[in-house]
């Protein structure tokens, strides 16, 4: 059946950021895309108001006449490129805030999640790329950065550049039913938004702290960058500036909003947050020496070390990750408040 210019405007307008219109003109991918990312922040749902007749040119094109996937390779785009690379990111802060506590995290469920996110974009429209060699690379890259949540940025470069380098047309494939596509889109989402939903409920506290961490490994990539920097800060704030714009209250009258308030001004500060909770596990003051942190630090590590008490494992285990996080934290130089 042919798909209506005039029906696709309608479910666009109505459900756009969650993916009405492109559930309806079979573009599976594109309506997971923006159903986890609502209409990619809402800048991709009103850019699409233009791209709305092509989509629907290409959705009644013969399945026939579908460019096959042998004949040639799809024009480079720096927009599906740049796109690829900020749904990556956007996958991986969200498995670090969902899944970070988890073991390998940092070889298994990052690397999966951002190049799953890469490859979500690379899928969209009539365009696909090589699975095995996007998610491969992912998995390579990621152990040269273990430990340290940046790596999702090189991750998700790398996995943007093979994901093009493979990229290739669709084959024409047989039409499924919409239940179908509706279970598999379903699974999809669940299976994105399942950890984030229970580490919520089940651990608020930690996925809190877990937000405020993420955000601010964040907002520390722009370091050397600070007008960057200040745009992503503004970003952040975009939510705050319209409520305040339609309310017109200085003050917040919504108990999210002062939650989310509380959670920015935390993420704001926690460079020195960090710091001082850092001085206090090592039993030292604001201000220590490099010598008197290394020294501490190697007091500590003996006192708790797991082998040296084998009556309080537990006890012991979690105060020997405290000490090493404490001094990792005061081993980095401290960055300038402007940047």
């Not at 094109?61 to 024009?75: E, K, N």
Request: charged share 15%; glycine share 8%.
């Amino acid at each position: 059946m042919a798909k209506g210019l005039l029906v696709t405007y309608a479910l666009w307008a109505i459900g756009g950021p969650a993916g009405l219109h492109h559930l309806y003109l079979g573009r599976d991918s594109h309506a997971l895309l923006w159903m986890l990312t609502l209409g990619g922040g809402g800048v991709g749902w009103l850019w699409e108001f233009w791209k709305l007749p092509s989509f629907v040119a290409q959705a009644n094109r013969a399945q026939g006449l579908r460019q096959s996937p042998g004949r040639a390779m799809p024009p480079l785009s720096p927009i599906r490129f740049a796109a690829q690379m900020i749904v990556g990111i956007y996958f991986g802060l969200v498995a670090l805030i969902s899944l970070s506590s988890m073991a390998n995290f940092y070889t298994v469920a990052l690397p999966l999640a951002v190049g799953l996110g890469v490859l979500l974009v690379a899928t969209v429209g009539s365009q696909t790329s090589d699975f095995k060699n996007t998610l491969g690379v992912a998995f390579l890259t990621s152990p040269i950065f273990y430990g340290r949540p940046i790596a999702i940025l090189p991750i998700s470069l790398a996995a943007s550049i093979t994901a093009q380098k493979h990229r290739r047309y669709k084959a024409s494939v047989k039409s499924e039913t919409l239940s179908v596509r509706l279970y598999r889109l379903g699974l999809a989402y669940l299976a994105f938004t399942g950890p984030l939903v229970y580490s919520t409920l089940c651990n608020t506290a930690a996925t809190i702290s877990y937000i405020a961490e993420t955000i601010g490994s964040f907002l520390s990539w722009f370091s050397f960058f600070p007008l960057l920097g200040r745009f992503m800060e503004s970003v952040l704030l975009l939510p705050y500036r319209i409520w305040r714009l339609l309310v017109g209250d200085p003050g917040f009258s919504s108990i999210y909003f002062q939650e989310w308030e509380k959670l920015y001004e935390f993420v704001h500060s926690f460079q020195d947050e960090k710091r001082h909770l850092a001085y206090q596990v090592l039993g030292l003051p604001e201000g220590a020496t490099n010598e008197e942190i290394h020294q501490s630090y190697q007091e500590l590590v003996k006192v708790w070390h797991p082998d040296h008490n084998l009556h309080q494992t537990e006890e012991a285990q979690r105060h020997f990750l405290e000490i090493q996080a404490a001094y990792e934290v005061l081993s980095q130089p401290r960055k300038p408040k402007g940047s």
